[in-house]
C-alpha cells in the first residue's frame, strides 16, 4: 500500500500557503494600523479646527480692545470723563449743579417695627427633669 501525493499535501502545509498566511497577517495588521492612524487624524483635525476657531476669536477681541485703549487714551475721551463723571472744571469756569426745587420725598419714610423674639429654648417641667434623672432615659410621651 503505498500512499498517494494527494493525501501527503493535505496534512502538511505547503510553501505557498505559508507565505499566503504570513501576507495575509501582515495585511490586517497594517490595515488594523492605518484605520487607528486615520481615526487619530479625524481627531486632530476636529482639535485643530477647534483651536484655530478660538484663536480667531481672541485675535477679534484683542483688536477691539486695542480700538477701545487707543480710544480711552485720546484727549477727548478723557476731557468728557472729566467733565461728566469726574465732575471737574477748566480754571476760570464753574460747576454747576441743578437741585430739584421739591424737596420732600415721594414716599414718607415709615419707623422700622421692632419685634421682640424670645431665643431662649422652652424651659422643661420638672417632672421630666426627675424622672430623667432617676430613670437615665427621656420621659414617655403622653
Known sequence: MTKKPS??????????????????AIGLML???FSTRIANSRLQRETYANIEAEVQALQEEQATLIAELDHVQSDAYVERWA??????VRPGEVLVIPVPL??????TPT?????EVDT???????WTLWWALFFDSPPPDF
Open 120 to 126: 431662649s429654648p422652652p424651659k422643661p417641667d420638672n
Open 31 to 33: 490595515a488594523i494600523n
Open 83 to 88: 467733565r461728566s463723571e469726574g465732575k471737574m
Open 7 to 24: 493525501e501527503k499535501r493535505t496534512q502538511q502545509l505547503s510553501g505557498v500557503q505559508i507565505m499566503f498566511a504570513a501576507i495575509l
Open 111 to 115: 419707623p422700622p417695627v421692632i419685634v
Open 102 to 107: 421739591n424737596t420732600t420725598p415721594l414716599v
